[in-house]
């Protein structure tokens, strides 16, 4: 069973967003989908390398308005 989950780390400050994030996508269950919305690039740009290095995760991303959404689904 999928499930989806949306974070909103929009007006966060850095490191907490990263470090929430990153936890967040470490807790992840097989078949998990989680929506992280981000309003700091660079957050965005260690969120991919982090994701890049672990296996089992698809990810895409959209800007809109300054902010983006970083889509991310765990892999059985």
């Known amino acids: 069973m999928s499930s989806k989950k ?3 780390f929009t007006d966060i400050a ?3 967003n990263l470090l929430k994030s990153n936890l967040s996508i470490k807790q992840m269950q097989s078949g998990e989908e989680l929506e992280i919305v981000i309003d700091d690039p660079d957050v965005l740009q260690s969120l991919i390398l982090i994701i890049n290095q672990s296996p089992g ?5 959209t800007e ?4 983006y959404k970083l889509f991310i689904k765990k892999n059985g």
């Not at 995760?57 to 991303?61: E, I, N, P, T």
């Not at 809109?64 to 902010?67: A, G, I, T």
């Open 6 to 8: 949306l974070i909103d």
């Open 57 to 61: 995760y698809l990810f895409k991303y």
């Open 64 to 67: 809109e308005h300054d902010r």
């Open 14 to 16: 850095w490191p907490f």
